[in-house]
């Protein structure tokens, strides 16, 4: 049974989304901690709900990222992860960490990268006059945002639409997108090749999510 580490900031509704789903679709792998770096983050007590360790990593009781990040990953080890899971995760992660986990460390992004990488995306979408818009799952690498696409969720710009509205739509693709991909990792259907994720039995590594 692979074992899969999620970091959080805030409610963890990716996290919700791959808890339920790795159930429901039995999947040989589970969530067996979720750790953030802020005490009142509400997917903690989600987490603690459904009998799921859990543990704080307080970045501001460190002098530097580089003690914040081997505290991080000190916990993180702890649970002897086959996979760690970015799930907005606020923080930036420097190279050391990002090496440690290399090929078995995921995020989502709210943006079809390579566009768009970093903040404020969906503001950028449509400051841009984008007709679609996404969310992308992708192997961490030291450049933010920039690792092996995994998979990709495309939603509709509409008419009208706010940075909010479109966020909202963006958020429920994610939902769908982030426990597809990390099915796949933990079935062993992913393999690195350069810059590029081979899908190994030839899945759509893309959703079009019409209704979202």
Known sequence: ??????????????LEAIVRQSV?????????????HKADA?????????????AVVDHRAHASREQFDEALAEAIDAHRPDWVVLA??????????????????LNIHPSLLPAFPGLHTHRRALEAGCAVAGATVHFVTPTLDHGPIVAQAVVPVR????????????????????????????????????????QLDGAPRHLFCEEA
Do not use: K
């Open 42 to 54: 509400s997917g903690l007590a989600w987490a603690a709900g459904q009998g799921i360790c859990t």
């Open 159 to 198: 008419a009208g639409d706010t940075p909010e509205s479109l966020a909202a739509r963006v958020l429920a693709a994610e939902h769908r997108l982030y426990p597809l991909a990390l099915r796949w990792a933990v079935q062993g259907r992913l393999r690195i090749d350069g810059q590029r994720v081979l």
């Open 24 to 36: 429901a679709e039995d999947w040989p792998g589970r969530v067996v901690a979720v750790i953030s």
């Open 88 to 105: 907005g995760f606020m923080r930036i992660l420097g190279d050391g960490f990002v090496q440690r986990y290399a090929g078995r460390l």
């Open 1 to 14: 049974m692979q074992r899969i580490v999620v970091l959080i900031s805030g409610r963890g509704s990716n």
